[in-house]
């Protein structure tokens, strides 16, 4: 049971669905809550609580995480609510943030996967956007959503920025929420053609 008067700052509970919201910002989480999901493929790398809500919303959603406990807590949380489980395939992927010879192995797309939405809150985000481009690029179009991005302590990669430079984005911060360098919080939805 979630205590919605116990919430993480930014946190939000959609009270529609009965569960926690994807934690992004919460000015993304209303663009994203107005996007029409319900025939879209969702490849998220770094799975939560927000694997629950998308696949609530979307056809599909493909999981990939690299933390055991973030599995148990997926499985624990489908294991506790009223789903339809069939469209949330979810890939333990234990690969330290340091461990640069495994990166392919951890950002290859599962075979089968046909994402229509790349979400980077993983880890190796700045190799997601990278692979979400070229992917979108080749597919024909697809949106790709970075959380955290351009965040200092947490992300900040001028590779991923030009990646994404060519392409509609939108920049959604978090008002009133700054990191110890007066950064603050921003989740970025890039619609790539």
């Known amino acids: 049971m979630i205590d919605i008067n116990n919430l993480c700052f930014g946190q939000r509970y959609d009270s529609e669905l009965g569960i926690l919201e994807p934690w992004y910002t919460n000015p993304a989480m209303d663009r994203i809550k107005q996007m029409d999901l319900s025939g879209k493929v969702v490849l998220e790398y770094g799975g939560g609580s927000s694997s629950l809500w998308w696949e609530r919303k979307a056809k599909e959603v493909w999981t990939i995480e690299t933390k055991e406990e973030w599995v148990k807590h997926i499985d624990n949380e489908l294991m506790g609510c009223q789903s339809s489980f069939g469209n949330l395939k979810i890939f333990y992927r234990p690969i330290n943030e340091g461990d640069q010879e495994k990166v392919m192995e951890y950002i290859s797309i599962p075979e089968g996967c046909d994402p229509d939405i790349i ?35 947490i992300w900040i990669s001028p590779r991923a920025v030009a990646a994404v430079e060519p392409f509609k984005k939108e920049l959604y911060p978090q008002p009133n929420h700054t990191d110890h360098s007066g950064k603050c919080w921003k989740t970025l939805i890039v619609y790539i053609e």
């Open 119 to 153: 979400i980077a809150d993983g880890i190796f985000r700045t190799e997601v956007c990278e692979l979400a481009v070229e992917y979108f690029k080749k597919k024909g179009g697809g949106i790709l959503i970075a959380d955290n991005f351009d965040q200092d302590y």
